[in-house]
């Protein structure tokens, strides 16, 4: 009897030991996102953030670039957080909201129009980027499922150990030094803060379109949004962030007007607004007019800011002691990291 209870002891301690160091090996193999490629962290960065979001940003890059959350609270008292990503499709960004309702329900949700170009998955790299970082869940495999391109297996997923086992060659004193701890998270609230500025100096011509609507894979998916949101007692907004490159249709402009007017949402299509929100595609934007600088960004946020109070009677949660305690630490750190920024071009 104690020689069997030894056995099955040394069998499970085995087996500590062998997940133990499987998932040590993972850690190490799996991309840090810190100094390169940072768009990957953002993903899990939004579990740190205990606070209640009023305002849930979606969307891509047009989102986690142009939107200040430290400006929308400090002008407005608007609580908000950019559940954005590098490439993130609609259904990416259906499963993201989906997750996030598991914890809270914000009053309004903020989709960017520009990914529903897309009807079919794109890269793998951008899949991991976002999907890597979420918890898992219904959300988590609804969205790996929907999004996996051709050659991808669900099961690299669970164990990314069968994707990344080769990548002892790559790695770098990034992933030593977060082997075993996030650090410092790399946006505020989402916002991935730049200060350079690199003037716009051409329009260049677009590619005509083969078909000039959106397709219909991606407008199914905005369904799904939109009901979802409706479920949830959610007022749903559509924007295309302000921008020169990539090129915005006004076919696909007018797909979206339809949805949003058959479906009762505010659209706005911010390019069109430019002057009005004071943006200065020489002054305002870090990558010749895809993506704005803080300067624009901070803009964006006052004008659209603005907006939201007005059509969505959003109170004024400044006064709130445990909001005005994280916006200060938030502010800070902002003020910091643009000073350094600043400094550094």
């Not at 991606?218 to 409706?230: G, I």
């Not at 595609?281 to 010749?288: E, K, N, S, W």
Request: hydrophobic share 40%.
């Amino acid at each position: 009897m104690k020689r069997t209870v030894l056995k099955i002891g040394g069998v499970l301690l085995a087996c500590i030991l062998l997940f133990g160091a499987l998932f040590a090996i993972t850690r190490l193999l799996m991309p840090k996102y810190r100094e390169t490629s940072v768009e990957g962290s953002l993903t899990a960065e939004y579990y740190r953030d205990t606070t209640p979001h009023d305002v849930l940003f979606i969307g891509d890059c047009e989102v986690f670039s142009n939107f200040s959350p430290v400006t929308l609270w400090n002008e407005y008292g608007i609580p908000s957080y950019i559940r954005g990503s590098a490439q993130q499709l609609v259904w990416h960004s259906y499963y993201l909201l989906e997750d996030a309702l598991q914890t809270e329900t914000p009053k309004v949700v903020v989709y960017n129009v520009l990914a529903l170009k897309y009807g079919e998955p794109q890269s793998e790299a951008y899949n991991r980027m976002t999907l890597d970082g979420m918890r898992w869940g219904k959300a988590k495999t609804g969205a790996i499922k929907a999004g996996m391109t051709e050659g991808e297996d669900f099961m690299s997923y669970v164990f990314p150990l069968l994707r990344f086992h080769a990548r002892w060659s790559e790695l770098g004193s990034e992933d030593f030094a977060y082997w075993f701890k996030a650090g410092e998270p790399v946006s505020f609230n989402g916002y991935l803060l730049r200060t350079e500025v690199r003037p716009a100096t051409e329009t260049p011509l677009p590619p005509v379109l083969k078909d000039p609507h959106l397709p219909e894979t991606s407008m199914a998916w905005l369904e799904k949004t939109a009901a979802l949101c409706k479920e949830n007692g959610i007022d749903l907004v559509l924007i295309k962030s302000p921008s020169i490159e990539p090129y915005w249709y006004p076919e696909w402009d007018a797909d979206v007007a339809a949805f949003a007017e058959a479906h009762g949402l505010w659209y706005v299509n911010m390019i069109e607004q430019n002057d009005a929100i004071g943006i200065d595609m020489q002054t305002d934007t870090c990558d010749m007019g895809q993506h704005l600088n803080v300067y624009g960004a901070e803009k964006l946020s006052r004008w659209f800011g603005s907006e939201l109070k007005t059509r969505y009677a959003l109170a004024d949660r400044r006064g709130d002691e445990a909001l005005d305690a994280a916006y200060r630490t938030l502010t800070e750190r902002y003020e910091t990291e643009k000073l350094r920024l600043t400094e550094g071009n």
